[in-house]
Protein backbone atom coordinates (compact mmCIF):
# COMPACT_ATOMS: atom_id res chain seq x y z
CA UNK A 1 0.00 0.00 0.00
CA UNK A 2 1.52 3.43 -1.21
CA UNK A 3 1.45 5.76 1.88
CA UNK A 4 1.56 9.88 0.51
CA UNK A 5 1.97 12.26 3.03
CA UNK A 6 1.83 16.01 2.13
CA UNK A 7 3.06 19.18 4.42
CA UNK A 8 3.62 22.73 4.24
CA UNK A 9 -0.15 23.86 4.27
CA UNK A 10 -0.32 27.27 5.81
CA UNK A 11 -2.02 30.87 5.68
CA UNK A 12 -0.53 33.30 3.85
CA UNK A 13 -1.64 36.57 2.31
CA UNK A 14 -2.38 37.10 -1.01
CA UNK A 15 0.90 37.75 -3.18
CA UNK A 16 2.49 35.67 -0.80
CA UNK A 17 4.68 32.01 -1.47
CA UNK A 18 4.64 27.98 -0.08
CA UNK A 19 5.60 25.21 -0.77
CA UNK A 20 3.97 21.54 -0.20
CA UNK A 21 5.69 18.35 0.01
CA UNK A 22 4.15 14.59 -1.01
CA UNK A 23 6.68 12.20 0.29
CA UNK A 24 6.11 8.76 -1.10
CA UNK A 25 6.71 5.41 1.22
CA UNK A 26 7.68 4.20 -2.55
CA UNK A 27 9.83 5.55 -4.71
CA UNK A 28 8.38 8.08 -6.85
CA UNK A 29 10.21 7.02 -9.63
CA UNK A 30 8.17 3.64 -9.96
CA UNK A 31 5.33 5.66 -10.69
CA UNK A 32 4.24 6.48 -14.37
CA UNK A 33 2.72 10.23 -12.82
CA UNK A 34 2.19 11.84 -9.46
CA UNK A 35 0.53 15.61 -9.09
CA UNK A 36 -1.19 18.14 -7.59
CA UNK A 37 -5.08 18.51 -6.94
CA UNK A 38 -7.11 20.86 -5.05
CA UNK A 39 -10.65 21.32 -3.74
CA UNK A 40 -12.41 24.45 -2.52
CA UNK A 41 -15.68 24.19 -0.45
CA UNK A 42 -18.21 23.19 -2.33
CA UNK A 43 -16.31 22.38 -5.93
CA UNK A 44 -15.02 19.67 -7.73
CA UNK A 45 -11.39 18.33 -6.81
CA UNK A 46 -9.23 20.07 -10.05
CA UNK A 47 -5.61 19.22 -10.89
CA UNK A 48 -3.03 21.77 -9.96
CA UNK A 49 -0.29 20.00 -12.01
CA UNK A 50 1.32 16.71 -12.54
CA UNK A 51 4.97 15.51 -13.29
CA UNK A 52 5.63 11.94 -15.53
CA UNK A 53 8.35 9.64 -14.75
CA UNK A 54 9.49 11.02 -18.10
CA UNK A 55 9.78 14.67 -16.44
CA UNK A 56 6.33 15.95 -18.85
CA UNK A 57 4.91 18.45 -16.48
CA UNK A 58 1.27 19.65 -16.92
CA UNK A 59 -0.53 23.03 -15.15
CA UNK A 60 -3.73 23.89 -14.71
CA UNK A 61 -5.07 27.56 -16.49
CA UNK A 62 -4.88 28.98 -13.45
CA UNK A 63 -2.21 28.23 -11.73
CA UNK A 64 0.17 28.67 -15.03
CA UNK A 65 3.41 30.56 -14.68
CA UNK A 66 2.96 30.91 -10.73
CA UNK A 67 3.37 27.59 -9.76
CA UNK A 68 6.43 24.84 -10.22
CA UNK A 69 5.89 21.10 -10.03
CA UNK A 70 9.55 18.99 -8.75
CA UNK A 71 10.22 16.16 -7.87
CA UNK A 72 13.49 14.62 -5.91
CA UNK A 73 13.73 10.98 -6.15
CA UNK A 74 16.38 10.65 -3.67
CA UNK A 75 14.02 12.00 -1.25
CA UNK A 76 10.99 10.02 -3.03
CA UNK A 77 9.22 13.29 -2.55
CA UNK A 78 7.32 15.69 -5.02
CA UNK A 79 6.75 19.51 -4.50
CA UNK A 80 4.74 22.09 -4.96
CA UNK A 81 6.05 25.94 -5.36
CA UNK A 82 3.26 28.07 -5.51
CA UNK A 83 4.19 31.97 -5.60
CA UNK A 84 1.86 35.18 -5.97
CA UNK A 85 -0.65 33.28 -4.67
CA UNK A 86 -4.12 34.38 -4.85
CA UNK A 87 -7.16 34.20 -2.16
CA UNK A 88 -8.65 31.92 -5.17
CA UNK A 89 -5.76 29.53 -4.86
CA UNK A 90 -7.37 28.51 -0.89
CA UNK A 91 -7.98 24.80 -0.82
CA UNK A 92 -7.13 21.40 0.37
CA UNK A 93 -4.32 20.30 -1.85
CA UNK A 94 -4.20 17.02 -2.65
CA UNK A 95 -0.88 14.52 -3.84
CA UNK A 96 -1.56 11.40 -5.73
CA UNK A 97 0.45 8.82 -7.55
CA UNK A 98 -0.48 6.66 -10.56
CA UNK A 99 1.25 3.44 -11.71
CA UNK A 100 1.37 2.61 -15.46
CA UNK A 101 -1.29 -0.23 -14.45
CA UNK A 102 -3.93 2.75 -13.46
CA UNK A 103 -3.43 2.03 -9.47
CA UNK A 104 -4.14 5.28 -7.98
CA UNK A 105 -2.99 6.66 -4.91
CA UNK A 106 -4.06 9.70 -2.91
CA UNK A 107 -2.40 11.67 0.41
CA UNK A 108 -4.62 12.92 3.21
CA UNK A 109 -4.92 16.95 1.79
CA UNK A 110 -2.76 20.19 3.47
CA UNK A 111 -5.00 23.11 3.64
CA UNK A 112 -3.57 26.25 2.05
CA UNK A 113 -5.79 29.35 3.33
CA UNK A 114 -4.95 33.16 1.25
CA UNK A 115 -6.59 35.92 2.95
CA UNK A 116 -5.38 39.36 3.94
Known amino acids: QVQLVESGGDSVQPGGSLRLSCSSSESVSSFYAMAWFRQAPGTQRELVAS???????NYGDSVTGRFTISRDNAKNTVYLQMNRLKPEDTAVYYCNAEYISGNLYWGQGTQVTVSS
Open 51 to 57: ITSRGII
